[in-house]
């Protein structure tokens, strides 16, 4: 039987805002790994425009509310997939990196700029 899809039952913000914290933990410049396996986000983007970037790809800033927003952060740690150290950081965990969201290809998109 093939996995369960998001059997922790993230809304869709949650899955939003993690699929975005998966994406910051493999850019060295967001943050830094930490002993345990998680990734320290301590540069969140900032947008330009309606969108904003990390690496090559742009995300549009109605799929980024949940970066500023300390409740799905907290959802979020419940669930033992972040750390929450809001504002100013945020740990991904390991079960948070290997978690699948399902909705990578949805909110993450080529840059052209």
């Known amino acids: 039987m093939p996995p369960k899809t998001n059997p922790l039952r993230l809304n869709m913000l949650q899955l ?6 998966q994406e910051l933990a ?37 799929d980024a509310t949940g970066l500023s927003n300390e409740m799905v952060w907290k959802a979020l740690e419940r669930k033992a997939l972040v750390k929450s150290h809001f504002p ?16 990578r290809h949805k909110i993450l998109h080529g840059s052209d700029h």
């Open 16 to 21: 939003k805002t993690l699929t975005l914290l």
């Open 26 to 62: 493999r850019h060295p410049e967001a943050g830094s790994p930490q002993e345990d396996g998680g990734f320290r986000i301590s540069r969140l983007p900032q947008a330009h425009g309606d969108h904003f970037h990390i690496g090559q790809v742009a995300v549009r800033g109605a």
């Open 88 to 103: 100013d950081a945020i740990t991904i965990t390991a079960a948070g990196a290997s978690y699948d969201t399902g909705i």
